[in-house]
């Protein structure tokens, strides 16, 4: 399991905190790694995680998780913030359309940019019937779904939940001019981007 920029971030934020804990190296860095995976995958706290993996309570292991800052009390596992981009386009002789979607979201490394296609144009067709846009839903019955590179946006939040928040940019081009834009925020169950479903 390689997790690049999330061991960056572990060496550049760790503070030993605890006198039961771990040393700090890489054996042990790989271990918490490990834990924090089966955490976020299988929607676990803390000592779930480690038990699971364990088979025991490992009081060290999670005093070195939150030493880490790979979990944080009251807010659940690491996540980095994601700006996914999905596209609708339709183009006859007459009509030229097109419906740009930039989801702001949280997501675990491992994930980012393995989208599963037809899980984003759900999460896509979703949003729209929920902003009650039927006639962009009629023009782009016909139309080309697409999407773009994750771009990982350099931050980090906390989360545990089966759901969240993202935030959304929502642009009508007609004809290569913007229409309509609409900004908001849109319930998304976790992960469902890369079509993994933890609730």
Known sequence: MELKQTREFILKNYS???????????????????VYKLGVENALGITQAVISKYG???KRMENFLREC???KEKKGWLHWRVESKLYFEYESKTESVSVDLLLKHLAPEW????HDIGECEGVMWDLLTSLGYE???YVLAEGEFSVGDDRKIEEVDYMLDCSQ????TLVLWKRGRIVSTENGTFEL???RLYAVFIC
């Open 111 to 114: 994930l980012i940019g393995d």
């Open 135 to 137: 006639w962009m839903l």
């Open 69 to 71: 800052k790979l979990w």
């Open 189 to 191: 169950d976790n992960y």
């Open 165 to 168: 928040s993202a935030e959304y």
């Open 16 to 34: 030993r905190r605890y006198r039961v804990t771990l040393t700090f190296n890489d054996t042990n860095v790989s271990e918490a790694l490990e």
């Open 56 to 58: 025991y309570r490992y």
